[in-house]
């Protein structure tokens, strides 16, 4: 083999091995007892603890946060497509005025950190009384600026013609985003 290919094969290895170094660590870890765990000199061979992940399970409703985190996506990502497709269908195929200044508006709003309205958003969210549900959860990311102006980029790439054909057939707006636009 050549030097090169060597240093190559050398240096994949070097990054693997610091890739996965954390997974090995976290399951060494997992699989020590108590006071193995709390040593000050680290472990690099485990104790083989199995009744470690028993005790794990039974700690805490792990099923039950499953099917939370289940509920919460679903939910979250369907308001989501939701207002993108509607929001973006709006500013990318309807005249009404303001509309340009609305959408700019609204792509400012993707440079504001998130860090800057952590406390507006959290004294909003006491005061309606959602802490602790499902709401503050799903309301505040029920909107994707992004998702707005990716859709509203593809429906400004349908041709004008098209909308004006559906509308001689006697279609809708929203028929026209239903059955046409949308697919």
């Known amino acids: 083999m050549h030097t090169q290919t060597v240093l190559r094969y050398f240096f994949?290895?070097?990054a693997a091995v610091f890739a996965f170094f954390p997974i090995y660590w976290v399951g060494i870890t997992s699989l020590l007892t108590t006071h193995s765990a709390a040593d000050v000199v680290p472990h690099?061979?485990?104790?083989?603890?199995?009744?470690?992940?028993?005790?794990?399970?039974?700690?805490?409703?792990?099923?039950?946060?499953?099917?939370?985190?289940?509920?919460?996506?679903t939910c979250t990502v369907a308001l989501s497509v939701l207002t993108s497709l509607l929001?973006?269908?709006?500013?990318?195929?309807?005249?009404?005025p303001g509309r340009t200044i609305l959408f700019l508006l609204a792509l400012?709003?993707?440079?504001?950190?998130g860090e800057a309205t952590l406390i507006p958003s959290y004294l909003i969210v006491s005061n309606l009384g959602w802490i602790d549900t499902y709401q503050v959860q799903i309301i505040p990311y029920a909107v994707s600026i992004s998702g707005i102006f990716l859709i509203r980029q593809?429906?400004?790439?349908?041709?004008?013609?098209l909308w004006e054909a559906a509308?001689?057939?006697g279609c809708s707006r929203f028929g026209f985003?239903?059955?046409?636009a949308a697919l």
């Open 87 to 96: 929001a973006g269908y709006a500013f990318g195929t309807m005249k009404f």
């Open 167 to 169: 509308q001689l057939d």
């Open 12 to 14: 994949i290895i070097v």
């Open 44 to 73: 690099f061979w485990p104790d083989w603890e199995w009744s470690n992940y028993s005790r794990a399970w039974d700690l805490a409703p792990w099923l039950q946060f499953f099917l939370n985190s289940i509920f919460v996506a």
């Open 177 to 180: 985003l239903w059955r046409i």
């Open 154 to 161: 593809f429906f400004l790439s349908l041709p004008p013609s």
């Open 108 to 113: 400012g709003l993707i440079m504001i950190p």
